[in-house]
């Protein structure tokens, strides 16, 4: 358990167990008709066969407590972008074309002017990931929530032989990490508290962003991702969300061995200096620089990292199970 994001308020192996919870449940539902469904425990989407040639997949998330901090310092123009982000990039790594998104906003008080905010941010990250979105609901629920909550639900086709799953991936493949465009959506209860305590939002941080709009720079989407497989062999693909190098665990049996990170952005090594965080912990709470990962054989080393700026060798495949960061075992 990560000990100050637990202090923080979230107790990500708690979360676990829950999660686990309700899926044990789900598991024994019986419709009477044969399974649709392909089977990838574990994986960031649910992919239906819905032809012989032809799977759907479907993604569903939120931009969690990065709304607090955005309700706080009132810039709501970018959420969108992370809503849209957090569900397309859960689609890009198993190679598959987002194509429909919906969203839910759920609110103890309807506001025109904070509608409006979210829209142009849900805009943009449309634009960006080029889908359309085609439809959502609106809820007010006073006394049940506090502030605002958005999430949303991605829909996305692929030829069911390019869905990418990590079932090729092998020791000797190489990790090409791509940078973050900061600290996403992901880890900000922790980050908001280590703010709070040791700084305010409104203080001047770099690149003239204050502390506060640093911490809302929105998730980047890797929408290059679906034009770049159709040409270079890629074994595996890794969106770095909550958990931060725990998610690789997802795509493999074998281990994942990082011994040349991607440079961590300014506001990660505040975080840890501030308030005196380990990096094993920022490692498993954070994105940490790297917001998605390629696993992929020797040969497409340069195909990856000629289409995608700033991408690098981070680490390789071993046979020993794991997510390592240099001496560091991070599970």
Same mark, same amino acid.
């Given at each position: 358990?990560?000990?100050?994001?637990?202090?923080?308020?979230?107790?990500?192996?708690?979360?676990?167990?829950?999660?686990?919870?309700?899926?044990?449940?789900? %598991?024994?539902?019986?419709?009477?008709?044969?399974? %649709?469904?392909?089977?990838?425990?574990?994986?960031?989407?649910?992919?239906?066969?819905? +032809?012989?040639?032809?799977?759907?997949?479907?993604?569903?998330?939120?931009?969690? =407590?990065?709304?607090?901090?955005?309700?706080? +310092?009132?810039?709501?123009?970018?959420?969108?972008?992370? @809503?849209? &982000?957090?569900?397309?990039?859960?689609?890009?790594?198993?190679?598959?074309?987002?194509?429909?998104?919906?969203?839910?906003?759920?609110?103890?008080?309807?506001?025109?002017?904070?509608?409006?905010?979210?829209?142009?941010?849900?805009?943009?990250?449309?634009?960006?990931?080029?889908?359309?979105?085609?439809?959502?609901?609106?809820?007010?629920?006073?006394?049940?929530?506090?502030?605002?909550?958005?999430?949303?639900?991605?829909?996305?086709?692929?030829?069911?032989?390019?869905? /990418?799953?990590?079932?090729?991936?092998?020791?000797?493949?190489?990790?090409?990490?791509?940078?973050?465009?900061?600290?996403?959506? !992901?880890?900000?209860?922790?980050?908001?508290?280590?703010?709070?305590?040791?700084? !305010?939002?409104?203080?001047?941080? %770099?690149?003239?962003?204050?502390?506060?709009?640093?911490?809302?720079?929105?998730?980047?989407?890797?929408?290059?991702? #679906?034009?770049?497989?159709?040409?270079?062999?890629?074994?595996?693909? @890794?969106?770095?969300?909550?958990?931060?190098?725990? !998610?690789?665990?997802?795509?493999?049996?074998?281990?994942?061995?990082?011994?040349?990170?991607?440079?961590?952005?300014?506001?990660?090594?505040?975080?840890?200096? =501030?308030?005196?965080?380990?990096?094993?912990?920022?490692?498993?709470?954070?994105?940490?620089?790297?917001?998605? &990962?390629?696993?992929?054989?020797?040969? =497409?080393?340069?195909?990856?990292?000629?289409?995608?700026?700033?991408?690098? #060798?981070?680490?390789?495949?071993?046979?020993?199970?794991?997510?390592?960061?240099?001496? /560091?075992?991070?599970?």
């Amino acid at each position: 358990m990560s000990d100050a994001y637990a202090a923080a308020g979230v107790d990500t192996d708690q979360s676990d167990r829950a999660v686990s919870a309700i899926v044990d449940v789900l %598991r024994t539902i019986e419709t009477g008709a044969p399974s %649709r469904v392909v089977d990838l425990p574990g994986h960031y989407a649910s992919v239906l066969r819905v +032809t012989p040639d032809l799977g759907i997949a479907i993604a569903t998330d939120g931009v969690g =407590s990065k709304l607090v901090l955005a309700e706080q +310092t009132g810039r709501l123009d970018t959420v969108g972008i992370d @809503c849209i &982000a957090m569900n397309v990039n859960d689609l890009y790594v198993m190679n598959v074309e987002p194509v429909a998104f919906v969203d839910y906003i759920a609110t103890d008080l309807l506001s025109t002017v904070k509608m409006s905010q979210i829209g142009i941010g849900l805009n943009e990250g449309a634009r960006q990931a080029n889908i359309n979105i085609v439809g959502g609901e609106t809820a007010t629920l006073k006394g049940l929530v506090s502030g605002l909550d958005l999430a949303g639900t991605c829909l996305g086709i692929q030829d069911k032989d390019r869905i /990418i799953t990590g079932d090729l991936i092998r020791p000797g493949d190489r990790i090409i990490g791509v940078p973050s465009s900061g600290i996403h959506s !992901n880890g900000l209860t922790l980050a908001r508290k280590v703010a709070e305590q040791f700084g !305010n939002y409104e203080e001047p941080f %770099r690149n003239g962003r204050t502390l506060g709009e640093e911490l809302l720079v929105p998730t980047r989407i890797y929408h290059e991702t #679906i034009a770049l497989t159709k040409k270079t062999s890629v074994h595996g693909m @890794c969106h770095i969300t909550g958990g931060g190098l725990k !998610n690789l665990l997802r795509l493999s049996r074998y281990g994942f061995e990082i011994t040349s990170p991607l440079p961590p952005q300014p506001i990660f090594t505040w975080i840890a200096e =501030s308030a005196g965080i380990t990096d094993a912990e920022m490692y498993r709470t954070f994105n940490m620089g790297m917001g998605f &990962a390629y696993v992929v054989p020797k040969d =497409s080393v340069a195909g990856i990292q000629n289409a995608v700026k700033g991408s690098k #060798i981070v680490g390789e495949i071993t046979v020993e199970p794991g997510a390592w960061l240099r001496d /560091i075992e991070i599970i």
